[in-house]
């Protein structure tokens, strides 16, 4: 009787575990009459039919399509063109486009729907980053209009550009429009893949209260969020457009972004054809009832100065509460603790010995399983070294990974609480609470986000009372399995959600979170007496999902290879060289590295999102490549400071210009007219800036420097034809072959030097 109830509540946690993901996202059946989503997919369709980045013949097309579908619908259409630089030193000319509908009442703020309508440089199609994005506020703003019913905000349709090379067209609005004053909510779409739930997160100066609250009373159906997620995304170096308008214009906005088969993000697989029908379902989700709600409500109120804890919970759809609740509900946490053990020793249900062999057998399996979950990256890589080449940090069949690594956390644990069969539930049910207090100790102190931790605690801590009680009835399992739903499904996700959006270098994440969970079960799974046969089940699924990873490991034409690949003209030596990014090798890159290849020396390493620098070089044959012709328009001293402005001027159709220095301070720097930034000079290493360039235009710098110092300026100016160029044969890419994302690739780069 014993076993079949424990393999019965072992298939209501499975069960409920498979729930919990499948209620993260909108299923099926969900189908606003308000809304057409196959029109938003044939927006979707039509914006990325081409990689469409700034600069491109695409991007003008794409810029041409949203204008005409706003106007479609009467509204009045402007695009703000300008020169910006970003925080990062990437100059480009951003062309925003911008609409607005006028609202009835006395506001003087209005809400913004926004989304970025270009994509990241050179072969991304852009379809889900941010073609969705795009499509849903087209579609939304379709439907409010159709409705005829006036808002009393104002509502601005915001669709910036430039948001890849630095989040340009955010910082041109906030700085030059004058609309940017009267902004009072950002509704902010956005992608980091093609695929799972959109997570929903603030981003605010101050308190989140009246946001959380109007978000909470807007009827939000599916929202999937939590206040530990922004906690850690303002902790990483990825912003969206929103935190442009928050650190600038002091702005509170809300972002909605999707992360899921992080493999396709910024690449050519960022197609149409793998968009998920349901992610953009989720999308649509918080867009239509968010408009509804936030074109009538009062957004001169939105700010606050109390920040709550939130989490999305199935049946209860969205939980929250202040902050100031953190430490009274940790205290209390404590106390009970304490008093429970008070009263297990009382009752004899607790012993020191056993509560010493529980704490014993939960950091074993802590120690253990954090162990492998430290290492197993490095050993995926030294067993798969193709993996290196996926520079997101997630494979395609990373999935099973999470799956086959959380599955051997769980089966070290059935099999380390095995060997203590002398030891009661609530004996083993004291040393994961103490942690978790542990951990909410810390939370409250340096990650307030994280505090509804709690919640689960509370869940194991009554499981523990239940267990210590001398009058337990025979009816208690039920009662067990209710309390350690909290932990399931407050838990669960985050197991997964890290690794897909950290990369799998954060698979010890998934391995401990699984550990800690595990001791939030032990209510049930600690009267286990079969605790060997799961474990043995555990590694079995474990090695199911290693061997199907195994199987997925090689590229093919569904999961294709990044491949790189640029030709290199040093102008100043009359040398050329062809080099990649790729560590492995394959048959289309080694025509060209093969045999000769050799580790590159210093330099030639262009700007790229994770540092990347060539892995190998070799020989190549001399083209007639024409570098750029560089004048020194003016140069003077005044006082101890030296003033040069010089152009640079393509003499070729190109695409960007990188500019480096030897190890001297800039003063200042303008190019084009915009000025970098002081903190950008002061913290730039040798790149001074990158020129993503429109319409073939030149790059003036003016540079103010120590008069003693002797600056050498490194031009390196790219265009991504490399496939295309008449002087060069290069053959179209292999089915199971795509271009590497985040760096210069598919590029014909000349470089040149200039001393000053």
Same mark, same amino acid.
């Given at each position: ?88 030193? %990437? ?14 009442? %006395?506001?003087?703020? *209005? ?15 852009? *379809?889900?980053? #941010? ?86 009373? !807007? ?11 922004? !906690? ?92 100031? &609740? ?61 993996? =290196? ?6 494979t395609y069949n990373g999935h099973f990974y999470i799956a086959g690594f959380t599955a051997l956390a769980f089966g070290i644990n059935f099999y380390i609480y095995s060997k203590f069969k002398k030891t009661t539930t609530s004996e083993l049910l004291i040393a994961p609470i103490f942690m978790w207090i542990l951990i909410c100790c810390a939370t409250a102190m340096y990650l307030k986000g994280a ?15 239940? !267990? ?20 399931? &499904? ?62 997925? $490991? ?21 040398? *050329?060289? &062809? ?8 048959? &289309? ?65 190109? %695409? ?52 003693? #110092? ?7 100016? =790219?265009?991504?034809?490399?496939? $295309?160029?008449?002087?060069? !044969?290069?053959?179209?890419?292999? #089915? ?21």
């Open positions: 009787m014993k076993n079949l109830t424990s393999i019965l509540t072992f298939i209501v946690f499975v069960a409920l575990a498979t729930w919990r993901f499948y209620n993260l996202m909108p299923q099926a059946e969900y189908a606003p009459k308000e809304i057409s989503t196959e029109n938003v997919l044939k927006h979707i369709k039509t914006i990325s039919k081409n990689p469409h980045f700034v600069g491109t013949e695409a991007h003008k097309v794409v810029k041409q399509y949203i204008v005409s579908q706003l106007q479609g619908i009467g509204l009045k259409t402007v695009v703000q063109q300008g020169y910006t630089s970003g925080d990062w030193g %990437n100059l480009s000319k951003a062309e925003n486009i911008i609409a607005t509908i006028k609202g009835t009442g %006395n506001s003087q703020k *209005a809400l913004v729907l926004m989304s970025h309508y270009d994509s990241n440089p050179h072969s991304s199609l852009g *379809a889900s980053d #941010d073609a969705v994005g795009v499509s849903i506020i087209l579609e939304a703003v379709k439907s409010f209009i159709e409705k005829d019913k006036a808002p009393k905000n104002d509502i601005i349709i915001l669709f910036t550009d430039a948001e890849e090379l630095g989040l340009n067209g955010a910082q041109l609005f906030v700085k030059e429009h004058p609309l940017a004053q009267k902004i009072g909510l950002i509704l902010n779409f956005e992608a980091r893949g093609s695929g799972g739930p959109s997570y929903m997160l603030i981003e605010t100066n101050g308190g989140n209260k009246n946001m959380i609250e109007s978000f909470n009373n !807007s009827g939000v159906q599916f929202p999937v969020a939590n206040s530990l997620a922004y !906690s850690i995304y303002k902790m990483l170096p990825n912003d969206t457009d929103l935190t442009v308008f928050r650190e600038d214009a002091d702005v509170e906005g809300f972002n909605f972004a999707f992360i899921d088969d992080h493999f396709d993000y910024h690449t050519a697989n960022d197609s149409y054809e793998r968009v998920n029908k349901k992610t953009v379902q989720h999308q649509i989700s918080y867009l239509l009832p968010l408009l509804d709600y936030y074109a009538n409500y009062n957004l001169n109120g939105i700010k606050a100065n109390t920040d709550y804890i939130y989490f999305d919970f199935p049946v209860f759809n969205f939980v929250y509460y202040p902050f100031s &609740w953190i430490f009274p509900m940790l205290i209390l946490a404590i106390v009970l603790l304490i008093v429970f053990v008070i009263i297990g020793i009382k009752n004899k249900k607790l012993t020191g010995k056993g509560m010493f062999n529980g704490f014993l057998a939960f950091f074993i399996s802590f120690i253990l399983a954090g162990l492998i979950g430290y290492f197993c990256w490095p050993a995926l890589k030294s067993i798969y070294p193709q993996y =290196a080449d996926i520079l997101q940090g997630f505090s509804f931790f709690i919640i689960p605690v509370y869940g194991a801590l009554a499981a523990l009372f239940i !267990s210590i009680n001398k009058k337990r009835k025979k009816s208690a399992t039920l009662f067990l399995i209710i309390l350690c739903v909290p932990a399931l &499904w407050i838990i669960a996700p985050l197991i997964q959600m890290f690794p897909v959006g950290l990369g799998l270098k954060v698979l010890v994440s998934s391995c401990i979170l699984s550990v800690l969970l595990f001791g939030l079960l032990l209510p049930v799974f600690g009267s286990y007496k079969n605790k060997k046969t799961f474990s043995l089940l555990s590694f079995v699924v474990c090695a199911f999902f290693l061997v199907a990873a195994h199987f997925q $490991s090689g590229f093919t034409k569904e999961r294709p290879h990044p491949a790189s690949l640029v030709y290199m003209l040093d102008a100043d030596t009359n040398k *050329a060289e &062809w080099a990649t990014y790729n560590h492995i090798l394959d048959p &289309w890159t080694a025509q060209y590295l093969g045999d000769e290849k050799q580790k590159p020396g210093p330099g030639n390493d262009f700007s790229s999102k994770y540092g990347t620098g060539f892995s190998y070089i070799s020989k190549a044959p001399l083209k007639n490549i024409p570098p750029p012709d560089i004048a020194i328009i003016s140069d003077t001293i005044y006082t101890d400071k030296r003033h040069v402005t010089l152009c640079v001027t393509p003499r070729r159709n190109v %695409n960007r210009l990188e500019v480096l220095t030897n190890d001297v301070e800039i003063v200042s720097c303008t190019a084009n007219g915009i000025a970098l930034s002081n903190d950008f000079l002061k913290n730039r290493n040798q790149r001074l800036l990158t020129h993503f360039i429109s319409n073939n235009e030149y790059t003036e710098l003016n540079l103010v420097f120590n008069s003693k #110092d002797k600056p050498q300026l490194i031009f390196y100016e =790219a265009s991504n034809n490399l496939l $295309s160029h008449p002087l060069f !044969s290069v053959p179209k890419r292999p #089915d199971n072959s795509i271009p590497m994302p985040f760096v210069l690739n598919d590029a014909i780069v000349t470089k040149k030097t200039l001393q000053l």
